[in-house]
């Protein structure tokens, strides 16, 4: 069974990679964003691991 959310996520950081991609290597952005998204996919991680269970 596939979980749905994980799908979610895994859109969201997939678009937020292309724009951390269009920003300047280095910035504050860039940087708060990338951490977003382990954080995103940490959490897309945990929650198809607590499905499987």
């Known amino acids: ?3 749905p959310n994980l799908s979610v ?3 969201y950081a ?4 292309a724009v951390v991609a269009k920003l300047k290597p ?4 860039a940087a708060n964003t990338l951490a977003n998204i382990s954080i995103a ?3 897309a991680r945990i929650a198809d691991a607590m ?3």
């Open 1 to 3: 069974m596939t979980n």
């Open 9 to 11: 996520s895994v859109e």
């Open 14 to 17: 997939e678009k937020a990679a």
């Open 26 to 29: 280095g910035t504050y952005e």
């Open 41 to 43: 996919a940490s959490l």
């Open 51 to 53: 499905e499987r269970t």
